[in-house]
């Protein structure tokens, strides 16, 4: 059973950061490609930043590019999210995703694995 348990969330001031991080076991973490989704109260969930199994591509939502970073680190089963500069429309809950291959990098229905989430809030 593939399991992945994400953390890093809390409060942030606009323009502050934060890290998100998230842990996978039961499945061979270097074999998936990771994703990060969000859902904001009333709203679907929505494509964050994506990275394949190697690192060595990244995908990323405009409302996020240049304030985000998705990064893996296969030794440790662990792929992050660092964001900078975020602003209260980042305000929500972050889901970690993973998918074996194949299908949209976007896409919800593309991850067959996924997180509890963890809460992002950001005041202004």
């Known amino acids: 059973q593939v399991q992945l348990v994400e953390s890093g969330g809390g409060l942030a001031q606009a323009g502050g950061s934060l890290r998100l991080a998230c842990v996978v076991s039961g499945r061979s973490f270097g074999l998936l490609d990771m994703g990060w989704f969000r859902q904001a109260p009333g709203k679907e969930r929505a494509f964050v930043a994506a990275i394949n199994w190697s690192g060595g591509s990244q995908y990323y939502a405009d409302s996020v590019k240049g304030r985000f970073t998705i990064s893996r680190d296969n030794a440790k089963n662990t792929v992050y999210l660092q964001m900078d500069v975020l602003s209260p429309e980042d305000t929500a809950v972050y889901y970690c995703?993973?998918?074996?291959?194949?299908?949209?990098?976007?896409?919800?229905?593309?991850?067959?694995?996924w997180g509890q989430g963890t809460q992002v809030t950001v005041s202004s």
């Open positions: 995703a993973g998918r074996n291959f194949g299908g949209v990098y976007s896409a919800v229905n593309s991850y067959g694995y």
